[in-house]
């Protein structure tokens, strides 16, 4: 379809347009493929990093943004939001992206995608043969089966950001399998929420990541909006609760309300055949010879494990840090800088996170195979110095208390009904 151009610069207050690469774009009647992420950049700020990220591996996105009616964004418009306000972090940000293509960060492993698959499926069998020994060894494979739910949830994520293999079709099967068997969970639906909160992380009412309430409240502003004397007394806990138990209720609810809902509702009907697959095969294989009594305790407790690992892990990379307000406009750099917070690498907390520790690379290069990120962080370190951002690493254990204070604090900035 050849590109409509708009050449009046006028604009209809009814019109929505979203800057890219210095042109605006009418999406006043675009029905967006990845959901309501667009609207949050509509008529305020630049657009072109996030539209650049999120769509490298897809040639239909470039073809769908050609076929846009569009226009050249007029010179007050780019003095507004052109390059959000920081033209020279833009160019610099755009040349180290351009370095980091030609050198082949942005290639997939092959040999790494082997070794992920494999772990998990060693993990699954290990803690098949713990459970069915029974005894003293069956808590011990609960703990691994916990903890090899966790790994597909780490891997499923690098799948829903097309970066396991590069080829869109094959990641997104391979999530679906990895987070419907592995976690009973919708591949569709985190990768639509999951693409909003990468978008604008800690945005008030645009990072569904924020959106946390009645269970936790990761700010003030969101815990003042808990009305309920019952909310607010559970959030005044919920530093004490958030690890053993809100995980745990996260997990469980998204299992089998909101996924399960979402899945019927889009009618992602392979999405629901996953969810078969793995509760035939928990319940009549892997715990084979138990009374459902015993099935059912076990599965609680197995749940309890990998809600633990992966939402707390999850939960360092950002809940602890500044929010910015629905109408403020800031650089993609400056969100990972501002709003995302390293942890210190090493060879077990690389794999425990699954390279997701490198959340401020991960922030900036969505798209990019996850086990790179330790090659390219001290480059990211050198573009946030010469800027003046700021480069945020600590501890894994002082960012859990971090983490837990932080959630104690916000707790008790609630008022008494």
Request: charged fraction near 15%; glycine fraction near 8%; include cysteine.
């Amino acid at each position: 379809m050849p590109a409509a151009v708009i050449t009046d610069t006028s604009v209809n207050k009814e019109t929505k347009e979203v800057l890219i690469n210095g042109q605006l774009y009418d999406v006043s009647a675009f029905r967006h493929p990845g959901g309501s992420i667009i609207k949050f950049l509509v008529n305020g700020g630049d657009a072109t990093e996030a539209f650049m990220e999120f769509h490298v591996r897809s040639r239909k996105a470039q073809l769908m943004l050609k076929s846009l009616p569009h226009r050249p964004a007029p010179k007050d418009v780019m003095a507004e939001r052109g390059y959000n306000g920081h033209e020279e972090l833009t160019k610099d940000y755009a040349e180290l992206r351009r370095q980091l293509v030609a050198e082949g960060f942005f290639e997939p492993s092959m040999s790494e995608v082997a070794y992920r698959m494999t772990e998990v499926i060693l993990m699954h069998v290990a803690a098949y043969f713990l459970i069915q020994q029974g005894g003293y060894l069956m808590p011990l494979g609960l703990v691994l089966f916990g903890l090899v739910q966790g790994r597909c949830g780490w891997l499923m994520h690098e799948g829903g950001h097309y970066s396991m293999t590069g080829n869109i079709k094959i990641d997104k099967g391979l999530q679906i399998g990895l987070y419907g068997i592995g976690c009973g969970m919708s591949a569709g639906w985190w990768r639509s929420q999951h693409n909003r909160h990468h978008a604008t992380p800690q945005k008030l009412q645009h990072d569904v990541d924020l959106e946390t309430l009645p269970l936790l409240a990761f700010h003030s502003k969101v815990a003042a909006q808990a009305t309920n004397p019952l909310i607010r007394g559970w959030l005044k806990m919920q530093a004490y609760l958030f690890i053993p138990v809100s995980c745990l209720l996260v997990a469980l609810g998204w299992q089998f309300v909101l996924h399960p809902r979402y899945m019927i509702r889009t009618k992602k009907y392979w999405e629901l055949s996953t969810l078969a697959v793995r509760y035939i095969g928990i319940f009549t294989v892997m715990f084979a010879g138990y009374s459902w009594g015993q099935s059912l305790a076990m599965y609680i407790a197995y749940m309890s494990i990998g809600a633990a690992y992966i939402f707390t892990n999850f939960a360092l990379s950002h809940t602890h840090l500044p929010v910015t307000n629905p109408n403020e406009f800031i650089h993609w750099v400056e969100y990972a800088s501002n709003h995302t917070t390293n942890i210190t690498s090493g060879l077990v907390c690389d794999w425990w996170m699954a390279y997701l520790n490198f959340q401020i690379e991960h922030h900036l290069f969505p798209s990019m195979p996850q086990f790179r990120h330790p090659q390219i962080s001290p480059r990211v370190r050198a573009l946030f110095e010469k800027h003046g951002l700021n480069y945020d690493v600590r501890d894994y254990f002082p960012c859990l208390g971090d983490t837990l204070h932080n959630l104690n604090e916000v707790g008790n900035s609630v008022k008494a009904a």
